[in-house]
């Protein structure tokens, strides 16, 4: 396919109907658009502000849940981990691993998921610039794994907001020779909440995904709900799943417009 | 013109000949392809770093060729300035008064640019919000002009960089009501240079030009010169003329793509 | 005296009689501590963010009050000003003029001040770097007047929040040989609020200048006044009058320990 | 003692012998000043930005030569630590575990650090505010643990430069009734860097810390090392340990007046 790739799910597995539903939409939608699909879902939230958040599960109950979609629709699924000896583990239930952006520089976790040989997500630090992510590839490519994928997800501005530079899209690209992903939910937070609850601004979720398609991203990553007022995890700004379609159709449009640039 | 519109021309005026060598080149390429064109030269530069700096050739003879440029192509003109009382002056020899980003917040100069009558063009300060600038907006429109197009022109990240928030486009249109400017040029500054030359990233222009569109820019503005090298300011960010007519096809395309959407 | 100098009164001359008030007050303190004082008032303010915000009470008549507070307590007086053609103006008045940190680039004011022979006291921009001060610095020094003054008054950290980077006071003091004051309440600035009214966090007020003295700030600046809440402009983060006697000799105390260093 | 506190000591354990001689300077310094002290030494460095980079002598060699110290001279020690599994390894051999600053917000590595009984030092995130420390201690404290210190390194200020927002100190003391030290050091990194190697600016460690002692920290810590330019990490930052006694005999000179405030 010509068009951009779509990491897209809920932001944590909460329970197997939810998420078979949800990769049921997201598939169908996909397909028609002809937008490579990749099923994600966290097994476990590890970096909430409180400990009374939602942390998840159980692991090998969610991990099961990701594998039982993969079986349901043959799409590969996605989750992110926090600490090395959790790479083989989940690796034996999806196709991609995902190093959360506060982690990008821990070697001992990028090497865990080089060595699982799945494809390796790196989200880029919201303190990192989009040059020094070449030292996060090269921790993973020198393990020997180059199925390496570069995720943009906000750089910090002020303490309370994140600002995406997208002139790290097509850097990022050229240095290190792999795709680049936009996570347009994580870009769009409102971080040090004296609640305790990271903040949001859903209403730019497309305006944050227009510019990465027109500068070159090669995919999308959108965490997407068919109820986020209610989901577990991160609600603030998630996508109505009733909204991604017409959104994708959007984008899709956008996207064959650079196509032919 | 469905098109987005153009601001385009040397940073600052250096002689006729030059200004009229670009002048034509561009209308040229934007007749072609219907882009709203409008010649942009700085009478003076009142903010160089240094003293010594290339501020101008004076502002009578720099204001005479802007008007010249207006009577030979017919297209209107633009240029800043850096104090109340230049306004009126200024106002007699062009169509659109450019405030500077630093000076946003000068109630004095805003009010004299609004009194003018002509379009007045603000940028917003690197230190501004988007949301801040209706303050900047209302100021003029209280001053009984509401002919107002608004700039954007990067964020301070840090000392030596500015990024640009994309956010604000949409904001910025809805919160105002008039159309969005992108300064690509300047949006690249690598600003506080301990040489006292503000550096640039020309190699991204488009990169910033295309997220503009995408996200519902209604104009850019781009400073072109035939030979940036030897341009009397802001050489490290200028757009070389050659390459500008490729860029607008390109951006033209990316346009009637987000015209659809 | 080898005590910090003091630059300080209300924001804005709002009446004769309240800043005679002030000084008297001021005057009296700062006597008993040595320390060595300047009145601090605006004859205008130039840069609120609406237009309805209280301006002054005529430039004159402020400027007036302003050479009555000198010629009653003996003191030197400061203001800042907004274009060169009142550099001449306010110096008939006062003996230090200060240039606004938003102006601290426009070439034709800082040379304006130098003129006039008064002592000049930049404010550092918010988007300025300690180093790139050393341009506004040499185009007062290159127009023949050495009796300058840095002001630092806080860096923007994101959009609606300055932090003070302490490393710029040394690093300003032996760049360009001058002192180097602290502006204690401009620094607690909470800008772009939705409001168009500039917020404050004044409990900081003692934190900030304590830290500037360590470093070795040669001076301090502080907006005070008896009845912030009712002051004309910038309450936010006034030092209530009240306050101001036991917060120097504290600060005394420590300058102490720092002239042992 | 009404003195400050100091973690400090080289930046990686590199051999007992070095270990030692640090150890043994320090102590006989700090007790002269009656300055508490904890000597600082990492067992492995697990963020470097390069795979090459030196990551440590093996974790038990190097946790045993802490306890050495500890026997030796009676002080106690700290190390930081980079996964849950290892809080209660290192715990058995040193006094106070550090959390290092990009995992500050990982739950499972608080409450494994908390869960050891041992002093818990968290470093905030270089993308975290101040108020939302009170999220990490409070993830330690209702662990059971309330021997709880928080160190500050520094806010993301661009991408190639930190800041110290000093006002974070007293906000982070009241706001979570426990000591906060400044860690010199780490807040003058210029982190990513194209060469992979985190630089530094050794001359302002003193500013760093005059201004934190004068705001009220705790503690200071400061990496320091008998030749900072073989150091086998951090090297750009360390103090030379010739240097150390004649700044903490300023730095004790300066928190008596602190303390009389």
Known sequence: SDNFFLLAGPCAIEDETLALKI???????????KIPYVFKGSYRKANRSRLDSF??????????ILRKVNETFGV?????????PEAAMAAEYVDML????FLCRQTDILVAAANTGKVVNIKKGQFLSAGAMKFAVDKVRESGNSNIVITERGTTLGYQDLVVDYRGIPEMKESNNCPVVMDITHSLQQPNQLSGVTGGKPELIETIARAAIAVGADGLFIETHPDPANAKSDGANMLHLDKLETMLKRLTI???????L
Do not use: M
Not at 23 to 33: G, M, Q
Not at 98 to 101: E, G, K, M, S, T
């Open 98 to 101: 995902q190093i959360p952006a």
């Open 23 to 33: 990769a049921e939409r997201i598939v169908r939608i996909t397909d028609d658009l």
């Open 55 to 64: 942390t998840g599960i159980g692991d090998e109950k969610a991990l099961k």
């Open 254 to 260: 956008l996207r064959q417009a650079v196509n032919q």
């Open 76 to 84: 590969p699924t996605v989750t992110d981990f926090h600490s090395a």
